[in-house]
């Protein structure tokens, strides 16, 4: 995925903040020693001098400059070495310091990302998705098809193959998950796998409880004060890789919110961003409920699943 200009300058400020508290412990680290060190401080300052003095050499044709300054260098600097472990102080004490060396916490390694970068993007991605504890306990690791018998056990397994073929080609092929059916069947939970698979590879996911995004988009709706929010809001619906709505029919909706809501759907879909919708809803309550248009696209622009069999949630307290 491509990161969002907030996104990426999120997590590069993260990185100018580490270069700056190991810049400053690099300072702090070489005021005590020339402080406590004698004849360091002095070592330095004639490395200085001889540096610029050889530089002018150099620059008026004088053809041993160069290497006569790196001599004297080694030799300077094998001096402070002695004096600094002299005085006990760690060899390296004086290296400079950084969180991820292989990057020098730059986030790079030549044009390419660091590992530490592609872990910060990961990081920023579960962390804007809402859902990090619940993605702890509701994913493919824990995916179990004990509490399925029959026909329950077989709609589940075909759901379940669908949705793991909705993760592999998720960057080449746009589709979107419509999950209906009884309380507690497990739409919430597989919406959780896609999740975690889906950030786990680097794409933006971002959840709303459908009572969270009414309410959100509500309260946002005129509040043109707050541009910065809105604009991030905004950002976030609808260029998130994959929105994913739970619990539809549980929010409070009007014929504002129900227009926003088909405008979200709609201008994502034009976009081609994937969204997942799961409702206790049976389909005609769907169609008593939203408005023609929302039904329409639901139903012609998503992939349905139907989920049955026992409330597992309510199984699994007793």
Do not use: W
Not at 163 to 188: E, M, P, Q, R
Not at 226 to 251: A, K, M, P, Q, V
Not at 268 to 294: M, P, V, W
């Amino acid at each position: 995925m491509a990161l969002s200009n907030s996104q990426y300058n999120a997590i590069m400020r993260v990185y100018e903040e580490r270069q700056t508290r190991n810049r400053h412990s690099l300072e702090e680290r070489t005021a005590r020693v020339n402080q406590q060190v004698e004849g360091y401080r002095e070592l330095s300052d004639s490395i200085a001098a001889i540096s610029v003095t050889q530089g002018k050499k150099l620059l008026e044709g004088d053809e041993n400059a160069l290497s006569e300054l790196k001599s004297t260098l080694r030799r300077l600097s094998a001096m402070k070495q002695e004096l600094l472990s002299g005085a006990g102080f760690p060899e390296d004490y004086l290296s400079p310091v950084y969180d991820c060396p292989d990057c020098k916490d730059t986030g790079y390694i030549g044009s390419e990302k660091c590992h530490c970068f592609k872990q910060a993007i990961i990081d920023l991605l579960y962390e804007q998705s809402g859902i990090r504890s619940m993605l702890e306990k509701e994913n493919f690791s824990s995916l179990s098809y004990d509490y399925y018998q029959g026909e329950d056990l077989e709609r589940f397994k075909k759901n379940v193959t669908t949705a793991k073929n909705f993760i592999k080609t998720f960057d080449s092929d746009y589709h979107n998950l419509f999950f209906y059916g009884t309380v507690g069947t497990g739409k919430s939970f597989l919406s959780g796998c896609i999740a975690k698979e889906l950030i786990e590879k680097g794409f933006s996911v971002i959840y709303f409880s459908a009572a969270g995004l009414f309410e959100t988009l509500s309260r946002n709706m005129f509040d043109y004060k707050n541009t910065e929010e809105l604009r991030s809001l905004h950002e976030d619906l609808y260029g998130c890789d994959l929105l994913i709505i739970d619990d539809l029919g549980t929010e409070c909706i009007n014929n504002a919110t129900a227009s926003m809501f088909f405008s979200l759907l709609n201008e994502r879909h034009l976009n081609q961003k994937a969204t997942i919708i799961s409702t206790n809803l049976f389909l005609e309550d769907i169609q008593n409920r939203y408005s023609e248009r929302i039904f329409s696209r639901i139903m012609n622009q998503y992939i349905s699943l139907k989920f049955t069999g026992p409330d597992i949630r309510r199984l699994k307290r007793l």
